[in-house]
């Protein structure tokens, strides 16, 4: 049974015609101006065009075409109902859901990295992506995962591909875990260094979420949003307090550290939080870090339009050459590495695979979740992009460009941006550290710090007052590292019951998840896989995310590719070859980027293999480069690099090896006179009692 | 009438703010276990409320980046 499309009215038809024009002349005046800054507006008003138009048009179509969704049929939610994990529940209610646990730090953090090569790659990349790839992945997998009882993306993996191939891609799943984790905590370290004010009011989230712990498991169990509030009151009032701290001579050296000190808390951290009784730190954290993302976003949004900003980076700038000081490499596929979330996800495979199928209640909800959830998160992406476009060009650099390319003064900074083509003198960049309520803004690479002080001149532009931009810088940081320290407790947890389950096929007992002795084995394991990477960064000569972002992106991309593979060779089983480009053409596109990012992190100038040879030489003619200070950190560096080039060619090795089981069962499948896909069978909607 | 529209509203926010933090509705699961498992003891708020908050935790890393 296949629903037929409506046809449209012909009011329907004047409308969405004046929605195209509008939206073209927009993004017209995006692209096309030059010389002149423009308003963000422009670019705001082009996207929702793009996004409205994509959602009604293309998304229609996947809907009714390509998945062929159905009304009449009976969602695993009503099949399976059981009051706990699979409820029909109300559409807006699983879009809520949907849309806060997609929406992280990584839609606000690429985008940021990426306008030094000017706003428009980024803008047309995350409008363009997120319509014909990021969506569509999203999109696809919960409408497949919908036709099979909700099943989980490695699941599906292996009833359509094979065992193999299941393994190969879990496996995967499981690296790129320890890399996203790593690469957040990065995040956090480099938002935190030598900032006492940040660290304090970040480190007053412990015992805030412990107080709120106790509340909701003996005072008032289960009054979510009672403590949250309280929670939100006392987060406040620790960043107000935090100015207090950060002035005081004997108080903020407590709470000065270096990048590698910060690392260690972290680790130290991660273990402790992870074998803690969930009800007791992670969860009410996980509670105010949500609500926080939501009302934050809402916030920016809010900032956007009422400052209505002019963008102050150039559209294009020089560094598309590949010469850039944030990340290194060409447009070409350094653009499509560097902003994944926003434009294209592998991770959200297995969120869509997740606990939203099992909520949906009816099919034809899945087009307003699916594609619609990841249109706002494209959104989210846009406005992480406007605010670091509408800073001033020379302040950006100074944030985001690593210190053994500016230098570590004020002055040294100013000459070498200016020399770039962006004017900025040494008062203009102590200003805006004094502004913030900070001692440098130098070389705070990692989107959060740069994200925070675009919000915070937007917010205080709608909300003026002295000492206002420093509260706001300070909040913005804070929102920042919550939600990230929460993911990764949560990925911690999660890795350890991974390894959990790898152990006990070596020696059942370590399976035991209630077991002292396995939990606190598979945690310091977890803990080691990501701390390793993060300790890399801290030490790492570029100032580590140019290090380790690429790898990030690399491995998310992997990660898409393969979800949009799976979804490539269903719709070939499903027998509906004419659709096959619909995901096989950004499953194609991730696959070239992946393997090409990958090349020339392996090979050439920009490589990890370059980078390690480089120290080798210096070290056989006893020079010492910096950041090593000796002979044994100059072998660490070398060895990091070592790692990073097995890591980049493991996730080559995976994406080339899936390629190739997806290419057998496209073939087997192409060939096949009727439907081989593991669909679960028809039941009408009206025939199950609710 | 705006009244009963407000409440509505409300308990959809209320429902959305709940779910994001893995806490499904407890009406909702009290209506199934009377329909379906009348034979089952309806457990507290408080009880359904420290089941749901182990089970978000125990695995599928059910958030993104």
Redesign the interface.
Known sequence: MQAVMPKPSPASKILWVAIAIVGAFCLGVVALRRGEPINAIWLVAASIAIFVIGYRFYGKFIEHSVLRLDATRAPPSVLR?????Y?P??K???F??HF???????PLVGPVLAAQMGYLPGTLWILFGVVFAGAVQDFMILGLSLRRDGR?LGHMLREELGPLPGIVAMIGVLVL?MI?LAV?ALVVVKALTHSPWGTFTVACTIPIALLMGVY??WLR??R??EVSIIGLVLLLASIALGKNVADSATLAPLFDFDAKALAWWLIGYGFCASVLP??LL??PR??LS??LK?GTIALLALAIFLAAPMLQMPAVTRFIDGTGPVFAGNLFPFLFITIA?GAV?G??S??AS??TPK?LANESQARLVGYGGMLMEAFVAIMALIAAASLHPGVYFAMNAPGAIIGTTVQDAATTISQWGFVVTPDELIRTARDIGEGSILSRAGGAPTLAVGMAQLLHNVIPGASMMAFWYHYAILFEALFIL??VD??T??GR??IQEIAGLIHTPLQETSSWAGNLLATAICVALWGYFLYQGAVDPLGGINTLWPL?GIA?QMLAAIALMLATVVVVKLKRERYVLVPGVPALWLITCTLTAGYEKLVGPISFTAAANKYAQAMEQGQLLAPAKNAAEMRQIITNNYVDMALTGLFMALIVVMVLFCLRALLRAWRSSHPTAHEEPYVALGSVAS | MIGAALRALRKRAVQTARLCCGVPDYDVYVAHLRTHHPDRRVPSYAEFFRERQEARYKGGGGRCC
């Open positions: 109902n059981d009051g706990l994990d409820v529940t109300d807006w209610v699983v809520g859901h806060a646990a997609i929406a992280g730090a990584g989980s875990m996203v957040l909701l498991r169990p289960g979510i949003l969930v009800w992670l969860a996980d509670y949500t609500f939501i979330c996800s991770w959200h297995i969120i997740g606990t909520l929460t993911t949560a990925g947890r999660v019951f991974m990030f998310n």
